[in-house]
Nanobody
């Protein structure tokens, strides 16, 4: 199973970015897909997750600003990030939970003026 993430980059505070992640090598048994992030020196934290049934869970810090969506046929998950803040700066990791857990390689998001 491979997770290929894209869409990170540099954006000014208040700006938007969209992260996308495509899963390959898995055809059934996906329970949930989502995004975590990690700052250097900090633990990896959940940003948002969506189940195959469409239930979502967001970190309190991103509620109302970030929206997660998923295509169950294409096995992709996206994260629309609006009103970005400097504290959103981190490496964002795509995540998949099936019979095992899988992680993407990480994509950097930097929010800075």
């Amino acid at each position: 199973v491979q997770l290929q993430a894209s869409g990170g980059g540099l954006v000014q505070p208040g700006g938007s970015l969209r992260l996308s992640c495509a899963a390959s090598g898995i055809f059934f048994g996906i329970n949930a897909m989502g995004w975590y992030r990690q700052d250097p020196g900090k633990e990896r934290e959940l940003v948002a997750i969506i189940t195959s049934a469409g239930r979502t869970n967001y970190a309190d810090s991103v509620k109302g600003r970030f929206t997660i969506s998923r295509d169950n046929i294409k096995n992709t998950v996206s994260l629309q990030m609006n009103s970005l803040k400097p504290e959103d700066t981190a490496v964002y990791y795509c995540y998949l939970r099936g019979y095992s857990e899988y992680w993407g390689q990480g994509t950097e998001v930097t929010v800075s003026s």
